[in-house]
T-cell receptor, first 113, second 112 residues
Framework: GAVVSQHPSWVICKSGTSVKIECRSL??????MFWYRQFPKQSLMLMAT?????????EQGVEKDKFLINHASLTLSTLTVTSAHPEDSSFYIC?????????FGSGTQLSVL | QKEVEQDPGPLSVPEGAIVSLNCTYS??????FMWYRQYSRKGPELLMY????GNKEDGRFTAQVDKSSKYISLFIRDSQPSDSATYLC????????????FGPGTSLSVIP
Protein backbone atom coordinates (compact mmCIF):
# COMPACT_ATOMS: atom_id res chain seq x y z
CA GLY A 1 0.00 0.00 0.00
CA ALA A 2 0.92 3.66 -0.24
CA VAL A 3 3.68 4.79 2.09
CA VAL A 4 3.46 8.47 1.21
CA SER A 5 0.20 10.25 0.52
CA GLN A 6 -0.02 13.46 -1.50
CA HIS A 7 -3.03 15.73 -2.07
CA PRO A 8 -4.50 17.08 -4.23
CA SER A 9 -3.65 15.06 -7.31
CA TRP A 10 -4.79 17.82 -9.63
CA VAL A 11 -5.37 21.53 -9.13
CA ILE A 12 -6.29 24.32 -11.49
CA CYS A 13 -5.99 27.90 -10.29
CA LYS A 14 -6.05 31.45 -11.57
CA SER A 15 -2.85 33.41 -11.99
CA GLY A 16 -1.95 35.29 -8.82
CA THR A 17 -3.53 32.85 -6.39
CA SER A 18 -1.72 30.52 -3.99
CA VAL A 19 -1.94 26.76 -3.94
CA LYS A 20 -1.10 24.40 -1.10
CA ILE A 21 -0.01 20.80 -1.64
CA GLU A 22 0.12 18.32 1.24
CA CYS A 23 2.46 15.39 1.69
CA ARG A 24 1.94 12.86 4.46
CA SER A 25 4.02 9.91 5.56
CA LEU A 26 1.77 6.99 6.47
CA UNK A 27 2.56 4.82 9.48
CA UNK A 28 6.02 6.26 9.95
CA UNK A 29 7.61 9.49 11.02
CA UNK A 30 9.62 11.45 8.51
CA UNK A 31 11.88 14.14 9.90
CA UNK A 32 12.84 14.95 6.34
CA MET A 33 10.73 15.07 3.22
CA PHE A 34 11.60 16.17 -0.29
CA TRP A 35 9.83 18.16 -2.96
CA TYR A 36 10.46 17.69 -6.66
CA ARG A 37 9.28 19.25 -9.85
CA GLN A 38 8.93 17.29 -13.06
CA PHE A 39 8.40 18.62 -16.56
CA PRO A 40 6.94 16.41 -19.29
CA LYS A 41 9.31 13.66 -20.43
CA GLN A 42 11.98 14.84 -18.02
CA SER A 43 13.34 13.40 -14.82
CA LEU A 44 12.76 14.62 -11.30
CA MET A 45 14.31 17.89 -10.21
CA LEU A 46 14.83 18.29 -6.48
CA MET A 47 13.46 21.63 -5.35
CA ALA A 48 13.91 21.55 -1.60
CA THR A 49 14.39 19.43 1.48
CA UNK A 50 11.72 19.87 4.11
CA UNK A 51 13.02 19.57 7.68
CA UNK A 52 10.66 19.00 10.59
CA UNK A 53 10.82 21.87 13.04
CA UNK A 54 13.27 23.95 11.04
CA UNK A 55 13.63 25.83 7.80
CA UNK A 56 13.61 24.05 4.51
CA UNK A 57 16.76 23.76 2.45
CA UNK A 58 16.29 24.95 -1.11
CA GLU A 59 18.26 23.89 -4.16
CA GLN A 60 20.08 26.49 -6.16
CA GLY A 61 17.77 28.49 -8.36
CA VAL A 62 14.58 27.70 -6.45
CA GLU A 63 12.86 30.77 -5.03
CA LYS A 64 12.09 30.16 -1.38
CA ASP A 65 9.56 33.00 -1.28
CA LYS A 66 7.72 31.51 -4.22
CA PHE A 67 7.70 27.95 -2.92
CA LEU A 68 6.94 28.01 0.80
CA ILE A 69 7.56 24.78 2.67
CA ASN A 70 6.25 23.97 6.11
CA HIS A 71 7.04 20.76 7.99
CA ALA A 72 5.10 21.27 11.17
CA SER A 73 4.80 17.64 12.23
CA LEU A 74 6.65 14.38 11.76
CA THR A 75 4.11 13.17 9.23
CA LEU A 76 3.14 16.27 7.27
CA SER A 77 4.96 18.63 4.92
CA THR A 78 3.23 21.25 2.82
CA LEU A 79 4.35 23.10 -0.28
CA THR A 80 2.62 26.39 -1.03
CA VAL A 81 3.09 27.91 -4.45
CA THR A 82 2.52 31.60 -3.82
CA SER A 83 1.18 34.03 -6.40
CA ALA A 84 1.19 31.28 -8.98
CA HIS A 85 1.82 32.10 -12.62
CA PRO A 86 1.46 29.99 -15.75
CA GLU A 87 5.18 29.20 -15.72
CA ASP A 88 4.66 27.47 -12.35
CA SER A 89 2.43 24.91 -14.07
CA SER A 90 4.13 21.57 -13.57
CA PHE A 91 3.95 18.20 -11.85
CA TYR A 92 5.03 18.39 -8.21
CA ILE A 93 6.00 15.28 -6.26
CA CYS A 94 6.99 14.75 -2.65
CA UNK A 95 8.97 11.92 -1.14
CA UNK A 96 10.12 10.59 2.21
CA UNK A 97 12.81 8.12 3.20
CA UNK A 98 11.95 5.04 5.21
CA UNK A 99 14.99 3.05 6.23
CA UNK A 100 17.23 3.07 3.19
CA UNK A 101 14.40 3.40 0.69
CA UNK A 102 12.87 6.51 -0.81
CA UNK A 103 9.13 6.53 -1.38
CA PHE A 104 7.14 9.02 -3.44
CA GLY A 105 3.72 10.52 -3.25
CA SER A 106 1.33 10.24 -6.17
CA GLY A 107 2.13 13.72 -7.45
CA THR A 108 0.15 16.92 -8.00
CA GLN A 109 -0.46 18.35 -11.44
CA LEU A 110 -0.71 22.12 -11.12
CA SER A 111 -2.20 24.12 -13.94
CA VAL A 112 -2.18 27.90 -13.62
CA LEU A 113 -4.49 29.75 -15.98
CA GLN B 1 29.60 13.46 -18.70
CA LYS B 2 26.35 13.18 -16.75
CA GLU B 3 26.46 11.35 -13.45
CA VAL B 4 23.77 8.91 -14.56
CA GLU B 5 22.94 8.05 -18.15
CA GLN B 6 19.91 6.17 -19.34
CA ASP B 7 18.56 5.64 -22.84
CA PRO B 8 15.24 7.53 -22.92
CA GLY B 9 13.76 5.23 -25.56
CA PRO B 10 10.98 4.90 -26.38
CA LEU B 11 11.28 1.15 -26.20
CA SER B 12 8.50 -0.92 -27.70
CA VAL B 13 8.23 -4.68 -27.20
CA PRO B 14 5.57 -7.34 -27.80
CA GLU B 15 3.71 -8.80 -24.86
CA GLY B 16 5.62 -11.67 -23.28
CA ALA B 17 9.05 -10.37 -24.27
CA ILE B 18 11.97 -10.00 -21.91
CA VAL B 19 12.80 -6.35 -21.38
CA SER B 20 16.25 -5.08 -20.48
CA LEU B 21 16.63 -1.57 -19.09
CA ASN B 22 20.02 -0.13 -18.25
CA CYS B 23 21.81 2.77 -16.64
CA THR B 24 25.45 3.70 -16.49
CA TYR B 25 27.00 5.99 -13.94
CA SER B 26 30.28 7.71 -13.28
CA UNK B 27 30.45 8.09 -9.50
CA UNK B 28 32.16 5.04 -8.01
CA UNK B 29 30.91 6.06 -4.55
CA UNK B 30 27.33 5.06 -5.35
CA UNK B 31 26.27 2.18 -3.10
CA UNK B 32 22.47 2.20 -3.20
CA PHE B 33 20.65 1.53 -6.43
CA MET B 34 16.94 1.75 -7.10
CA TRP B 35 14.53 1.27 -9.95
CA TYR B 36 11.25 3.13 -10.07
CA ARG B 37 8.26 2.72 -12.35
CA GLN B 38 6.30 5.85 -13.17
CA TYR B 39 2.96 5.88 -14.92
CA SER B 40 1.86 9.04 -16.67
CA ARG B 41 0.99 11.78 -14.16
CA LYS B 42 1.69 9.57 -11.17
CA GLY B 43 4.49 9.54 -8.64
CA PRO B 44 7.35 7.04 -9.08
CA GLU B 45 6.77 3.63 -7.51
CA LEU B 46 9.74 1.80 -6.00
CA LEU B 47 10.24 -1.50 -7.83
CA MET B 48 13.65 -2.73 -6.80
CA TYR B 49 16.28 -1.72 -4.30
CA UNK B 50 19.83 -3.06 -4.24
CA UNK B 51 22.74 -2.32 -2.00
CA UNK B 52 26.20 -2.67 -3.56
CA UNK B 53 26.79 -5.28 -6.27
CA GLY B 54 24.86 -8.38 -7.16
CA ASN B 55 21.48 -9.54 -8.33
CA LYS B 56 18.06 -9.27 -6.77
CA GLU B 57 14.91 -10.93 -7.98
CA ASP B 58 11.29 -10.12 -7.20
CA GLY B 59 8.66 -11.89 -9.23
CA ARG B 60 9.10 -10.96 -12.89
CA PHE B 61 11.71 -8.32 -12.07
CA THR B 62 15.46 -8.82 -11.68
CA ALA B 63 17.88 -6.05 -10.81
CA GLN B 64 21.59 -6.39 -11.44
CA VAL B 65 24.39 -4.14 -10.28
CA ASP B 66 27.92 -4.35 -11.67
CA LYS B 67 29.94 -1.81 -9.76
CA SER B 68 33.16 -2.66 -11.58
CA SER B 69 31.55 -1.56 -14.83
CA LYS B 70 29.37 1.13 -13.22
CA TYR B 71 26.36 -0.44 -14.87
CA ILE B 72 22.96 -1.43 -13.55
CA SER B 73 20.15 -3.29 -15.24
CA LEU B 74 16.51 -4.11 -14.71
CA PHE B 75 15.06 -7.15 -16.45
CA ILE B 76 11.35 -7.70 -16.84
CA ARG B 77 10.25 -11.22 -17.78
CA ASP B 78 6.97 -12.05 -19.48
CA SER B 79 6.26 -8.37 -20.03
CA GLN B 80 2.64 -7.25 -19.82
CA PRO B 81 0.83 -4.23 -21.26
CA SER B 82 0.48 -3.00 -17.68
CA ASP B 83 4.28 -2.70 -17.57
CA SER B 84 4.03 0.17 -20.07
CA ALA B 85 5.48 3.11 -18.15
CA THR B 86 8.63 5.13 -17.68
CA TYR B 87 11.36 3.41 -15.70
CA LEU B 88 13.76 5.55 -13.70
CA CYS B 89 17.01 4.36 -12.23
CA UNK B 90 18.25 6.14 -9.13
CA UNK B 91 21.33 5.88 -7.00
CA UNK B 92 23.08 7.41 -4.01
CA UNK B 93 26.35 7.00 -2.17
CA UNK B 94 25.02 7.08 1.39
CA UNK B 95 21.56 7.13 2.86
CA UNK B 96 21.27 10.84 2.04
CA UNK B 97 18.08 11.17 0.11
CA UNK B 98 18.79 14.74 -0.92
CA UNK B 99 21.76 13.34 -2.83
CA UNK B 100 19.79 10.81 -4.86
CA UNK B 101 20.64 11.05 -8.55
CA PHE B 102 17.95 10.02 -11.01
CA GLY B 103 18.35 8.87 -14.55
CA PRO B 104 16.16 10.60 -17.15
CA GLY B 105 13.98 7.51 -17.48
CA THR B 106 13.23 5.03 -20.25
CA SER B 107 9.77 4.99 -21.76
CA LEU B 108 8.54 1.43 -22.30
CA SER B 109 5.52 0.29 -24.29
CA VAL B 110 4.43 -3.34 -24.20
CA ILE B 111 2.22 -4.06 -27.17
CA PRO B 112 -0.56 -6.68 -26.73
Amino acid sequence: GAVVSQHPSWVICKSGTSVKIECRSLDFQATTMFWYRQFPKQSLMLMATSNEGSKATYEQGVEKDKFLINHASLTLSTLTVTSAHPEDSSFYICSAGRGEKLFFGSGTQLSVL
Amino acid sequence: QKEVEQDPGPLSVPEGAIVSLNCTYSNSAFQYFMWYRQYSRKGPELLMYTYSSGNKEDGRFTAQVDKSSKYISLFIRDSQPSDSATYLCAMMSGASYDKVIFGPGTSLSVIP
